[in-house]
């Protein structure tokens, strides 16, 4: 499996490290030349100096035979262009990195589901771990073909939830709205701006993303 890094942040190289051990074909882009000359004897791999969110770059690395793609710059919106340019020139699956949690929405708007927000996620466990609770995290939960995406209800995606005609393997898992959870029944309709998960068929994603920005347009 061949991993693209964007960014030779601490979360990288972290990262790096063990795809390396598990013997993944690994690449890190990075802007700063002294650092690729800092870490490079400590890392396998392969290093390439230059601007991650350029489309030249990304598109010299070959992205239709990389399976996936780690925006981990340290600024969100360099994150989002880069994920963007990658996700258009082929890669096959897309991750980011955000700090603030205000660009989490615009990811999604954009079709960005894979999101990682570093420190929402460790302060809400380190939360539960103060309460007694060590929670399961739901990567670990989502096995085989079973896949969690989320989107943003926009124009046109207002109303019942069967209104939208999606895969019938397809379920809502539940729904934030203005930041309040809520587990929605048979009867609960979308609003625009609530932010929906649902569970799924990896094989059903793209067909609902197309469907999801049919309805939208």
Not at 45 to 53: A, K, N, R
Not at 128 to 136: A, H, P, T
Not at 150 to 165: D, H, I, K, R
Request: proline share 3%; charged share 25%.
């Amino acid at each position: 499996m061949r991993v693209i890094f964007i960014g030779a942040s601490s979360l990288t190289q972290m990262t790096a490290q063990v795809l390396i051990r598990r013997k993944y074909d690994v690449v890190i882009v990075e802007r700063d030349k002294e650092k690729i000359a800092d870490i490079s004897e400590e890392f396998d791999c392969g290093f390439i100096h230059g601007d991650g969110t350029r489309p030249d770059l990304l598109r010299e690395l070959n992205p239709t035979a990389t399976d996936i793609l780690f925006c981990f710059m340290g600024g969100d919106q360099a994150n989002l262009i880069a994920a963007l340019v990658g996700r258009s020139l082929g890669c096959q699956r897309v991750f980011l990195k955000i700090d603030d949690p205000d660009f989490e929405h615009v990811a999604i708007e954009l079709g960005l589901h894979d999101v990682i927000l570093p420190n929402r996620t460790t302060s809400r466990y380190l939360a539960d771990l103060i309460e007694g609770q060590d929670m399961l995290s739901l990567s670990a939960m989502i096995k085989g073909e079973a896949r969690v995406m989320s989107f943003v209800v926009q124009e046109g995606l207002t109303g019942p939830f069967a209104a939208l005609q999606l895969p019938k393997a397809t379920r809502v898992v539940c729904l934030y709205r203005e930041q309040e959870l809520i587990l929605p029944d048979e009867e609960c309709t979308l609003k625009l701006d609530d932010e929906v998960i649902i569970i799924t068929y990896q094989k059903h994603l793209e067909t609902i993303s197309e469907q999801l920005s049919t309805l939208h347009q």
